[in-house]
């Protein structure tokens, strides 16, 4: 199902919910029955979390653009979860 929303001269925006696909371009209001004319609106983007706003952005980014490499990475710091398994012994 789709939110879409129209606008009703009497009683302001309006949302509908309906299958997608299934608008019309005018409603009658379900408020006061009055006409009520669709209305165009992005879609809701900004329920989206920022962090995945960001790594998209950077995916296109570099899809685009591509970063050059002019050396092999520096190996990663071993990172661990509780500072006492450190001193744990490996195989």
Sequence with gaps: MVTYQYRCLACGDVDVRRPMG??????AC???GADA???????RTRLVAP???AA????G???DNPRVVTRAPAAP????AH?????????
């Design 51 to 53: 962090g995945l706003v």
């Design 83 to 91: 500072p006492l398994h450190a001193r744990l012994p490996r195989p």
């Design 37 to 43: 004319r669709r209305v165009y609106t992005s879609p």
């Design 56 to 59: 998209l952005d950077t995916a």
């Design 77 to 80: 710091a071993p990172r661990h």
């Design 30 to 32: 379900p408020r006061c």
């Design 61 to 63: 980014a570099s899809a």
């Design 22 to 27: 299934a608008a019309t371009t005018r409603l």
